[in-house]
């Protein structure tokens, strides 16, 4: 199987980013969206005041049940946006904010009708918790200013037949 067959996980990340990039209230330069995707390296080593607002969205953990049912299994991932001010003026980092809990509503329309193998697969998504602070992580990058850390969980559920496809019994 190919590398470039998108998987139910990278489905997911690249419509999260969609369903932001398409929303007006999310006004980030291209240059400061961290996507981790493409051809080149997408952590800047060097920053300057146009740098920022910068967002990046990271893959984090997961949990499943691959005995969900007698036929399913289901898998629970984390997305977390991490915007970086560069600033500790509030206003700096607010509206984006705003723009990630309020273009969330979109997941029931653009989340939900993803498919993998014609079948969808996202049942629930939530943003699981918010932080506003000075991320310690962050900061060893040399970001100074608020850090907010906006965690989203997205629960997929699959047959374990279109899984499974060919490779097992």
Not at 15 to 34: A, C, Q, Y
Not at 124 to 136: F, K, M, R, T
């Amino acid at each position: 199987m190919s590398l470039t067959v998108l998987n139910p996980f990278q489905l997911v990340y690249d419509e999260l980013w969609s369903m932001l990039e398409e929303d007006i209230r999310f006004t980030v330069k291209e240059g400061n969206k961290i996507k981790f995707t493409g051809t080149r390296e997408p952590i800047k080593t060097n920053h300057t005041t146009s740098d920022y607002p910068e967002v990046m969205l990271v893959p984090e953990s997961g949990t499943g049940n691959l005995c969900n049912t007698s036929t399913t299994s289901m898998c629970v991932r984390q997305y977390s946006w991490v915007i970086s001010a560069g600033d500790f003026r509030y206003e700096k980092i607010s509206h984006l904010e705003w723009a990630i809990y309020a273009g969330m509503l979109a997941w029931m329309y653009r989340l939900k009708t993803l498919t993998w193998e014609d079948v969808e697969f996202v049942k629930c998504a939530n943003i699981v918790s918010a932080n506003l602070d000075q991320i310690e992580q962050q900061r060893t990058r040399g970001i100074p200013g608020w850090i907010a850390v906006w965690t989203i969980s997205v629960d997929m559920h699959f047959s374990n037949e279109l899984i499974r496809g060919t490779n097992l019994p």
